[in-house]
């Protein structure tokens, strides 16, 4: 398996896993969002709220990093569109190879399962969500995080 070569919207290289980047610091927890197509009417209603629940995470010093199998100048219109901030990650080539490594890689659609795994500095997992193809409540990511207190 190829190793994941994430790029942000903005076409910057980031490590992998992807916990720090580009004027991104690392936190010690980071939420991993895959988003199995950024243009699709479920995608987009799911990253209506992203802004929203990022401004929350980061009063809980907890990192948000998105991830979608398009490619990255697809990823800016999104963001740029929605007025999403966050770093928005391509896992366009090689293809999915981020999804593949967590193991959540659907091979018969090519894009990652609607799931979110919260992170550890080292990329370790340390919580799923697994959302329905009817898209996730994003609310979700943060009571994941009050029931560990």
Not at 3 to 27: C, K, M, S, T, V
Not at 28 to 48: N, Q, R
Request: net charge negative; with cysteine; charged share 20%.
């Amino acid at each position: 398996m190829l190793a994941p070569a994430l790029r942000d919207q903005y076409g910057q290289e980031w490590p992998f896993p992807p916990i720090e980047g580009p004027g991104n610091p690392a936190h010690d927890k980071t939420w991993l969002i895959f988003i199995p197509g950024a243009y699709t009417p479920v995608c987009m209603s799911e990253l209506d709220h992203v802004g929203e629940m990022s401004a929350k995470l980061a009063e809980l010093r907890v990192g948000l990093r998105l991830i979608a199998p398009d490619s990255a100048p697809v990823l800016r219109l999104v963001s740029e569109q929605l007025g999403i901030e966050v770093p928005f990650l391509s896992d366009f080539w090689p293809h999915g190879a981020a999804a593949q490594h967590y193991g959540i890689f659907d091979e018969t659609t090519g894009r990652p399962r609607r799931v979110s795994l919260l992170v550890d500095r080292s990329g370790d997992v340390l919580d799923s969500i697994n959302s329905t193809p009817g898209g996730r409540d994003m609310g979700e990511h943060l009571a994941v995080l009050q029931n560990e207190k």
